[in-house]
């Protein structure tokens, strides 16, 4: 089993950035996805961004340019790097891990951005 903590949600202004953190509890060597996805309410979880094992990272096409995702594999740490907030990125941010084909959900860190 694999347990994910989400920490660094808050409330920003538009234009402000924040950065999230996700703590794995195994090595993030061993897993072969890792990511973030967001949901609001009445709509369905979306992908913001992965990252693989192998450092290689996805976005969605709306945070292209804003966000970006880093991994330290010493900490066993995932990272979500958020610039120039819009409104529309409020949500709650979900990490999340593929493990031995299964895949795992951290319990979501509220992100607020005032317009």
């Known amino acids: 089993q694999v347990q994910l903590v989400e920490s660094g949600g808050g409330l920003v202004q538009a234009g402000g950035s924040l950065r999230l953190s996700c703590a794995a509890s195994?090595?993030?060597?061993?897993?072969?996805?890792m990511g973030w996805y967001r949901q609001v309410p009445g709509k369905q979880r979306e992908l913001v961004a992965t990252?693989?094992?192998?450092?290689?990272?996805n976005y969605a096409a709306f945070v292209k340019g804003r966000f970006t995702i880093s991994g330290d594999n010493a900490k066993n740490m995932v990272y979500l790097q958020m610039n120039s907030l819009k409104p529309e990125d409020t949500a709650v941010y979900y990490c999340?891990?593929?493990?031995?084909?299964?895949?795992?959900w951290g319990q979501g860190t509220q992100v607020t951005v005032s317009s």
């Open positions: 999340t891990a593929v493990y031995r084909f299964y895949r795992y």
């Open positions: 195994v090595s993030i060597f061993s897993i072969n996805d």
């Open positions: 990252i693989t094992s192998s450092g290689s990272t």
